[in-house]
């Protein structure tokens, strides 16, 4: 009894596990039969019990393709039989995709982020004025904010109206002006202000130390 046992090790791969092990052996038995009309018979049959496997998908568009595409695979490419649809290449199926292009940034500051340098792209683009003037202004304020993300501690201006000098490749130049950027306890208290409210989201209401305790 014990010499009979088999393991799932030892077992024939199964191409598309979710049909089971049944299902393989069916095709299995397919394929050995040599009457080509009986094998179509088989084959159809097959079908039948593969989509009464997943009734979720009859609505599907194209179910049936799908179905005798998985049985030409799982046959591995083997089952001679006439389809109503066109047979599936094993050579498509074992191509492998091109390799994905990722963008390859390395900026000089990455605390900035990535996102900073196309907003300065996108302010260079900007005629002269005072639209112009309010966005390099917002910009060198989200810089000094995540600046301070970075490092708990102050920083001057000057860094920050340097970095961008810097990353404009020296056509935005805020060196000379007389105005000073946002403070940087106003920029952190807008950080802690959100972070407040998520906390007592997260932790709910706080407990009344005077309130009666309730006893069992």
């Known amino acids: 009894m014990i010499d009979n046992l088999e393991y799932n090790t030892e077992r024939e791969h ?6 089971g092990r049944h299902m393989q052996k069916m095709i299995n038995h397919a394929k050995s039969v040599e009457n080509k009309e009986e094998r ?13 496997l997943q009734p ?13 595409d998985q049985l030409f ?11 109503p649809y066109p047979k599936p290449s094993k050579e498509f199926l074992e191509e492998h995709p ?5 963008p390859q ?13 196309t907003m300065i792209d996108v302010a260079n683009t900007w005629e002269e004025g005072e639209l112009k003037e309010a966005l390099i202004f917002t910009i060198a304020n989200h810089m ?23 990353l404009s490749n020296g056509k935005i130049n805020l060196k000379n002006t ?3 950027l946002s403070d940087a306890t106003s920029l952190l208290r807008t950080k802690s202000k959100y972070s407040s409210n998520t906390n007592n989201k997260k932790g709910g209401h706080k407990k009344n130390p005077n309130r009666p305790r309730k006893r069992y």
């Open 73 to 83: 695979i799982m046959s591995n490419f083997e089952l001679d039989v006439d389809s």
């Open 56 to 68: 979720h998908l009859r609505d599907v568009p194209d179910f049936q393709h799908k179905l005798w």
């Open 40 to 52: 179509e018979k088989v084959a159809k049959s097959i079908i039948a019990v593969m989509g009464n």
């Open 98 to 102: 091109e390799p994905l292009k990722y």
């Open 144 to 166: 000094k904010k995540c600046f301070l993300n970075w490092n708990k501690d102050t920083v001057e201006d000057d860094v920050i109206f340097q970095h961008l000098f810097e």
């Open 105 to 117: 940034n390395f900026p000089k500051y990455r605390f900035y982020g990535n996102n900073i340098k």
């Open 14 to 19: 199964l191409i598309i596990p979710e049909y």
């Open 178 to 180: 007389d105005e000073d």
